[in-house]
Structure formats: C-alpha cells, structure tokens
C-alpha cells in the first residue's frame, strides 16, 4: 500500500509539474485586447486619406469609382464543411517598435482537416478590392488596421464564405527571429532573385536551393520588385512550407524548446483553454500530415483595375467561393 501511495504521489507530482509547465508557456503568448484602442469607427475611417497609387499609362483595366462596384450579397448561411475541420488565420503585419498596428501585409488561413490528413494554406491577396461590414470597401488588408481580428475575419466570412476559428498575428521582427530559431530554412531561388539580391543586397545565392537565415528570408518574402504581388505570396507560401518541413523534423523536447523561444513573439485571440484543446487535436497533422497551398484569387478569377486612385483587384466573388467550396471544404 506504501509503494502505491508513493507511486501515485509521483504520478500527481508529474501532472502538476506538466500543468504548470504548460501554463508557464501559453503565458508567454502576447494577447488580443477584446477593447481594442486602435479600433477605428467608419466615421474615423472616412477621414483618412487612402494612398494613391501611380497610374500606368500602358494599364488596360477598368478605372472605376467606388460606387461602380458591386459585391454580392454575404450568405445568410455559408456551406458547412463536411467533415471536421479547424481554421486559423495567420497575419503578418509590418509594424515597428512603437507603432500602432497596420495593415495585414500577409493573411494565411490554415484549414486543418484531420480526414484528410491535411493542411492547406491558402493566400488571400492583399490588394482585393471588397465589402467592409460596416465601413465603406476598401482593399483586405485595410480591414485588420481598422477593426483587428475580428473585422478581418467578418471581412472574409462576407466575401469568401470562410470562417475563422482563430487568429495568431506577428510582426515582421517576430517572423525573422522565428525564421532564426528554427535554424533557417531551405528555399529555391530563380535566377532572377539570385540577380536582385546579389545587386541589391550583396547576397551570394544560387540558382536553385539556398538556405536562408531570418533576415534573408524576410527580404525574400517581401520582395516587390521582381514580378507582382502574386509572386510575393507565393514566396511566403514557400517559407511558410519550409517552417513547416523544419518543424516536423524536430523531436518534441526540441520543439517545447522551440515553443518557449517563439510564443512571445505571438498575438493571439485564444484563450489558453482552446490553444490546449487545438495543439492536442492538430499535433498529429503537424507532424504527419499532408501541405498543400492556394491562392485566392486564383488564375482567371479577377481583373486588375483602379478605384480611387489604387490599383486593386477585382474579384469573381461567386467563382471564388466556389473554389474555396471544393478545394476546404469538400
């Protein structure tokens, strides 16, 4: 009976360490403030002057006033998935030490779907011109420097039918250091890139695979001058991929290691209860699972045009959603 006893308090003892240990680390993460300051009214948002961008002589794209475009109605009720699925929205933000928060640079969703044994990232362009819920159009990534998450995410539940179980946002500094933290990561390069950062920033890559540190991978993923911005987001689809492939070769000490250097350099709107009840859930997929990437809008399903003086992107909302239908939710 003793040696059960004594069995028993080591048992509690272990517990009690884990649970406090865990707590020590979801502390850690950076919290969204449910009374957000920076929250801006659509009277506020009036006021602003939106920049304007330089219009190409060559463009052969509509230039529309605002009241030219048209959205389609937000679904009463979006489709359901059809089997479980979890959704967390990654946003990037370039904002430095001291500044309020800006606009959402890059907006990932996660669908985790643990029938398929999947992830899939999907991309949604920064220059889409959309629906605001309660404020007046405007491209996406507005919506995150007026609102924060939650008018983010009603920004993409109107438009696109997607919903969003949770956010998790850091800012470019946070990315390099994680970038850092993880060891680099692998990423392909064309000859073009390998060009502009010899030129441009002294670096000495190769056609083809390079291994990148986190300041290195920063100016990757926010390289405007070679192409559009649809190459942009595929560069950080591409370092998203291999943060992911670096991650799932880790052994678990190595990642609670990983996790107590990266969680503060983290904003998210989940409690601890639910970041529990997640990580349980998805670590599965995350070790094991399947990646596969989107891009919204996808390939014939916009037109580039000008509202306001900005070069935006015009989208085929109900092709879209149709696509988002068959690729997550299916």
Excluded at 4 to 18: E, K, P, S, Y
Excluded at 60 to 81: C, N, Q, R, S
Excluded at 176 to 200: N, P, S
Excluded at 245 to 268: A, N, V
Aim: glycine fraction near 8%; aromatic fraction near 8%; include cysteine.
């Amino acid at each position: 009976m003793t040696v059960v006893c004594v069995i028993l308090a080591l048992i509690l003892l272990a517990m009690i360490f884990v649970s406090a240990y865990a707590l020590r680390l979801l502390n850690l993460i950076g919290r969204y403030d449910e009374k957000d300051p920076q929250i801006l009214t659509p009277e506020q948002v009036a006021t602003l002057t939106e920049p304007e961008d330089s219009v190409d002589p060559d463009f052969t794209g509509p230039i529309l006033d605002p009241g030219d475009v048209t959205f389609p109605t937000a679904p009463e009720h979006p489709p359901e998935p059809q089997r479980e699925q979890v959704n967390i929205l990654l946003i990037g933000q370039d904002r430095r030490p001291g500044e309020p928060r800006q606009r959402s640079d890059s907006m990932i969703l996660c669908t985790f779907d643990k029938e398929k044994n999947s992830i899939t990232m999907t991309s949604f362009m920064r220059d889409m011109w959309v629906d605001i819920p309660g404020y007046q159009p405007a491209k996406i990534n507005a919506s995150y420097a007026w609102g924060g998450m939650p008018l983010l995410t009603k920004t993409l539940a109107t438009n696109f039918g997607v919903h969003v179980d949770a956010c998790v946002e850091v800012d470019f500094g946070g990315f390099r250091k994680i970038i850092d933290l993880v060891g680099g990561v692998d990423v392909t390069l064309t000859a073009e890139e390998v060009r502009y950062f010899r030129d441009g920033c002294g670096y000495e890559y190769v056609v083809g695979l390079n291994h990148l540190n986190g300041e290195q991978a920063l100016a990757y993923s926010r390289l405007r001058e070679i192409g559009t911005d649809f190459g942009r987001t595929q560069r950080q689809r591409n370092v998203m991929t291999a943060i992911f492939h670096e991650c799932k070769g880790m052994s678990f000490s190595q990642l609670m290691s990983l996790l107590e250097e990266i969680l503060p350099l983290i904003t998210t709107d989940m409690t601890n209860s639910e970041i529990i009840g997640y990580a349980t859930d998805l670590f599965p997929l995350l070790t094991g699972g399947t990646l596969q990437t989107l891009r919204i809008p996808a390939d014939g399903m916009y037109e580039g045009g000008w509202v306001s003086k900005q070069s935006v992107l015009l989208v085929d909302f109900e092709a879209t959603r149709q696509l988002l239908y068959e690729m997550l939710m299916r």
